[in-house]
């Protein structure tokens, strides 16, 4: 069992920053890749940003040269974003995946908005 917490969403306006971090507990060493995940209200959850042990990442186009993914140790993970825009609204959720099956934290909500 791993167990997710997500926390750093906001409002914020277009332009400005969030940082998210996601705190991992349980069976912290089964996880092997971690990664970022949102949904916007009536659409599909996509992938953001993921992170395997040895530091090698994957982005969404959208999010390409303005996101950054980072993992301080295999518990904890941070995703830097800047030059957030409108349509960056959704919440966020943080995803561990084990050899026993995949982990979803709660969510936070980011919302981007003049």
């Known amino acids: 069992q791993v167990q997710l917490v997500e926390s750093g969403g906001g409002l914020v306006q277009p332009g400005g920053s969030l940082r998210l971090s996601c705190v991992a507990s349980?069976?912290?060493?089964?996880?092997?890749?971690m990664g970022w995940y949102r949904q916007a209200p009536g659409k599909e959850r996509e992938l953001v940003a993921g992170?395997?042990?040895?530091?090698?990442t994957e982005y969404a186009d959208s999010v390409k040269d303005r996101f950054m993914i980072s993992r301080e140790n295999v518990k904890t993970m941070y995703l830097q974003m800047n030059s957030l825009k409108p349509e960056d609204t959704a919440v966020y959720y943080c995803?561990?995946?084990?050899?026993?099956?995949?982990?979803w934290g709660q969510g936070t909500q980011v919302t981007v908005s003049s």
């Open positions: 995803n561990a995946k084990t050899i026993y099956g995949p982990y």
């Open positions: 349980g069976n912290i060493f089964s996880i092997d890749v």
């Open positions: 992170i395997g042990r040895g530091g090698r």
